[in-house]
Nanobody, 121 residues
Framework: LQLEESGGGSVQPGGSLRLACTGSGVSLEYYAIGWFREAPGRGRELVSCFSDGTPYYSDSQNSRFTTSEYKAWNVVYLQIHSLNVDDTGVYFC?????????????????WGKGTLVTVSS
């Protein structure tokens, strides 16, 4: 499995972005897909986990993040609403074989290279 993120860029506070995680080689349906964010001084944190059509969010992100999939394209999306400067960072998607809310930074099997999101006015 290979993963590639896309959709990052520069956006003003209050805006929205939709990031895409595209899988190649294997269907993403066999994996739980995690979205992680890495920001300066804050380490890598889990934003959401998506498995079998069900999204799981860390409590602090629940209201502004939407995770979805488009199976025909083997893509999992992360849409971020009401962006603020604290959302700036590199966003990675990662896959762990299995299902359920099993996304853990140390346990993922495959990682993409990340896409940069910059929120500034």
């Amino acid at each position: 499995l290979q993963l590639e993120e896309s959709g990052g860029g520069s956006v003003q506070p209050g805006g929205s972005l939709r990031l895409a995680c595209t899988g190649s080689g294997v269907s993403l349906e066999y994996y739980a897909i995690g979205w992680f964010r890495e920001a300066p001084g804050r380490g890598r944190e889990l934003v959401s986990c998506f498995s079998d059509g069900t999204p799981y969010y860390s409590d602090s992100q629940n209201s502004r993040f939407t995770t979805s999939e488009y199976k025909a394209w083997n893509v999992v999306y992360l849409q971020i609403h009401s962006l603020n400067v604290d959302d700036t960072g590199v966003y990675f998607c990662a896959a762990r074989a299995g299902s359920g809310n099993i996304c853990r930074g140390s346990a993922m099997d495959y990682w993409g290279k990340g896409t940069l999101v910059t929120v500034s006015s």
